[in-house]
């Protein structure tokens, strides 16, 4: 994929997926695939979600981090990173983002912010094909790194 197409497909991905947003979260358990709708948010090739270190979901990752996602017109793997509690000081600035984005359930009785297993999981994309106006897009974003994405 050329530069200019990676920029293409990150605005189009920034646009569909920049805000709350649900997403099917697909994690293995041994053999067995799980997969589960989650709310999402996403941000220079990483979506993010508040969940619960005792999760069915986060217990599969910590034992195999490969996941898959899908949501309108995209599909993706990638790798389940947990970025610890909600709270901790290096989690600062994405946890600030997810409170306006998430503002219209955040407070509402489903999370406890003082309960430090309370978790930020990352998703970090490998690869993904995303459709928009009759386009197919295939990103590889492993080798992107030398790419910087505008803000």
């Known amino acids: 994929m050329n530069t200019e ?3 293409k497909a990150q605005q189009i991905l920034k646009e569909r997926f920049g ?6 979260l697909a994690t293995v358990d041994q053999d067995q695939p799980s997969v589960r709708t989650v709310n ?3 941000e220079d090739g990483r979506f993010f979600i508040i969940t619960h270190e005792a999760s069915n979901k986060m217990l599969q990752i910590h034992t ?3 996941v898959a996602i899908s949501g309108d017109w995209f599909t ?9 509690w909600f709270c901790k000081e290096e989690n600062k600035e994405i946890a600030d983002k997810l409170k306006i984005v998430f503002a219209s359930w955040i407070d509402n ?8 297993n309370t978790c930020i999981l990352c998703i970090e994309l490998t690869d993904a094909i995303l459709f928009s106006k009759g386009t197919r897009y ?9 790419i910087h994405l505008p803000k």
């Open 109 to 116: 009785g489903h999370n406890n912010f003082e309960d430090t």
């Open 40 to 42: 999402a948010y996403y």
């Open 138 to 146: 295939d990103i590889d974003f492993t080798k992107t790194e030398s």
């Open 19 to 24: 805000h709350d947003v649900l997403i099917a």
């Open 5 to 7: 197409s990676f920029y």
């Open 76 to 84: 993706a793997h990638g790798k389940g990173i947990d970025l610890g």
């Open 64 to 66: 195999n981090p490969n």
